[in-house]
């Protein structure tokens, strides 16, 4: 299908395709089959190969050390990053790292973007969003944030207990929501701090098993427990505005709902690839897979689908540049959550017993996507926004832009 993006999208993304079939899915081939993970000095490697073909960190702006595409332009690289199981993390444009950039270039003070900024985006540091907590604290409910910072003297104290935090586990710099102003209403009392992992008081407590992963990266990611105690920042460790946390996590999570959501249509459309070839090769039943009736219309259903779904990502991706397109952010996360979920659920099914093998990709998409409708807003989170949209429920329109997101767990 063609899709009308900019030619420099266009022409980025077939670089970005041809790095992957050149360079990233044969070594992905060949840890499926020999079982050997890639490790982490590989993925360097890589790094450094799509530096080569200027590919790396295309979500970056130049100054930084990225390829400084805007948002329309990037989406489509990072559809044909998905088509691999490390395809995002091969140039850089993983979840929550990339995240965490555009949080960090949108807020950042000069010195802020120099500590962290520069190495982050070199992957000489890691980072994490630390925002969801533990039963009866923050989650799809925001606003029930129970951690805390309080300011002493020209330091904060932070203090509280979180889970689901994404890269959390090796970090070396977290962004923290803390609540600032308990007499204030959440969303006007919550800010953003960046914490430094070998601060006192900070204690990974474990890395929180969970389902899917990168399954064939040696590198330990994962989705970290931590304690708060007593955490000790000095006032230059704010992130934008003091109580303006819950906006720089919505601006944050807009955009990136809609990078996860190509990153699993790339992954849908491999899927779809790899389900039509085996279709068209396994004969039963005297004749091809491909040409039994009820197959080939569940094969139209989901290609019609995954079509709407990246037809409505670019339309949302459009509207986000001149607003902060909640309503179609929210469709189009939710919409194609859905689609790609159904997609990698039909490909296991169609592949049989290569579905649920692991020579192929299939069965890891198939574990990775599940979460995605949970993580970046539960469906039924931006439900309930597209249900008081419709309904024209009365409510103040800059809380509601801050209540439609869940966790920043990621499984790209």
Not at 46 to 60: H, I, M, N, T
Request: charged share 30%; proline share 3%; aromatic share 8%.
């Amino acid at each position: 299908m063609e899709y009308h993006d900019s030619e420099k999208a266009v022409e980025v993304a077939a670089r970005v395709e041809a790095f992957m079939e050149e360079e990233v899915l044969p070594r992905e081939r060949e840890a499926l089959r020999t079982q050997e993970r890639i490790s982490e000095d590989e993925i360097h490697e890589f790094w450094e190969l799509a530096k080569e073909r200027d590919l790396f960190a295309p979500q970056v702006p130049e100054e930084y050390g990225g390829q400084g595409l805007n948002f329309q332009d990037m989406l489509p690289s990072f559809e044909q990053v998905g088509r691999s199981l490390f395809g995002a993390l091969s140039i850089r444009a993983n979840a929550p790292q990339e995240g965490n950039m555009h949080t960090i270039e949108m807020a950042g003070t000069d010195e802020q973007k120099e500590e962290y900024l520069h190495p982050l985006v070199q992957g000489d540091i890691r980072s994490a969003f630390s925002m969801t907590e533990p039963l009866d604290g923050g989650g799809s409910d925001p606003k029930m944030l129970k951690t805390t910072a309080r300011k002493d003297g020209d330091e904060w104290v932070i203090n509280g207990h979180k889970w689901w935090t994404s890269d959390g586990y090796n970090a070396d710099v977290l962004l923290v929501m803390a609540r600032t102003d308990l007499d204030a209403h959440p969303y006007e009392g919550t800010s953003i701090f960046l914490v430094p992992t070998d601060l006192d008081g900070v204690n990974v407590v474990r890395n929180v098993g969970h389902l899917g992963g990168h399954g064939i990266v040696d590198i330990e990611r994962g989705h970290a427990e931590i304690k708060y105690e007593g955490v000790r920042v000095p006032e230059e460790a704010l992130l934008g505005e003091e109580g303006g946390g819950f906006r720089l996590a919505q601006l944050r999570l807009g955009g990136g709902r809609l990078t996860h959501c190509m990153r699993y249509s790339g992954m849908a459309e491999r899927s779809l690839e790899i389900s039509k070839a085996y279709l068209q090769d396994r004969h039963a039943f005297d004749g091809t897979l491909s040409e039994k009736q009820a197959l080939r219309h569940r094969i139209a259903n989901a290609e019609t689908q995954l079509h709407a779904a990246r037809t409505m990502v670019r339309h949302a991706a459009r509207e986000l540049d001149d607003s902060d397109a909640r309503i179609e952010v929210a469709m189009a996360k939710l919409f194609t959550a859905n689609v790609t979920n159904d997609i990698m659920d039909l490909a296991v099914q169609c592949l049989g017993g290569n579905g649920i093998g692991k020579d192929l990709p299939v069965a890891y998409f198939y574990e990775s996507v599940r979460p995605f409708r949970i993580v970046d807003g539960a469906d039924e989170v931006h439900r309930r926004s597209i249900a008081r949209h419709a309904f024209d429920d009365v409510y103040d329109e800059d809380m509601e832009n801050v209540l439609t997101f869940d966790s920043d767990l990621d499984m790209t």
